[in-house]
């Protein structure tokens, strides 16, 4: 299991953290999300052998956020 903690712009919000937490705890291999709005960052725990990096990203920025 690996974990990642991504900088993310534009949550600010009740929605803005169901939205991120839902879309990205659809993904196959995400065991755990949590938003942290204060710190305007993305907390993900992950099996890497079933999702990427790249693909949680791509996930967050879909939802109309931004990833640094």
């Known amino acids: 299991m690996e974990n990642i903690?991504?900088?993310?712009?534009g949550m600010s919000c009740?929605?803005?953290?169901?939205?991120v937490e839902g879309s990205?705890?659809?993904l196959n291999g995400?065991?755990?999300v949590l938003v942290d709005l204060d710190k305007a960052q993305v907390h993900v725990e992950f099996n890497s052998s079933e999702v990427g990096v790249?693909?949680?990203k791509e996930t967050i920025d879909d939802q109309g956020y931004d990833v640094e």
Do not use: D, F
Request: proline residues 0%; hydrophobic residues 35%; contains cysteine.
């Open 14 to 19: 009740g929605h803005c953290v169901k939205a």
């Open 5 to 9: 903690t991504l900088n993310v712009k």
């Open 24 to 26: 990205v705890g659809k």
């Open 30 to 32: 995400v065991e755990r």
């Open 54 to 56: 790249e693909k949680i």
